[in-house]
């Protein structure tokens, strides 16, 4: 019996091992740029066909004149 229980805990404790590390690994991936510019890109691909030609819609195709600035400030009485 004690051999039995001898080899259980050398097996949970290997499992142990294996889940915490594989634990910190995918922390330290999820965190990384590489993973974040890898979702970025999967997101956008995604969207940019919904966007669709927004926008060229909403650009006027000419503005008005600027605004005048005066020269000299007003000074207060």
């Known amino acids: ?3 039995a229980l001898d080899i259980i805990t050398i097996v949970t404790g290997i499992l ?11 922390y ?6 590489q993973f974040k510019k ?11 066909p919904l966007m669709g030609d927004v ?3 909403a650009m006027p ?3 008005g004149p600027s605004l005048s600035i005066p020269s000299k400030p007003k000074l207060l009485p």
């Open 16 to 26: 142990m091992l294996g889940i915490l590390g594989g634990g910190f690994f995918t």
């Open 38 to 48: 890898k979702i970025m890109d999967k997101v956008i691909k995604e969207i940019q």
């Open 28 to 33: 330290k991936y999820v965190q990384s740029p």
């Open 61 to 63: 195709d000419m503005t």
């Open 55 to 57: 926008l060229g819609n």
């Open 1 to 3: 019996m004690r051999k």
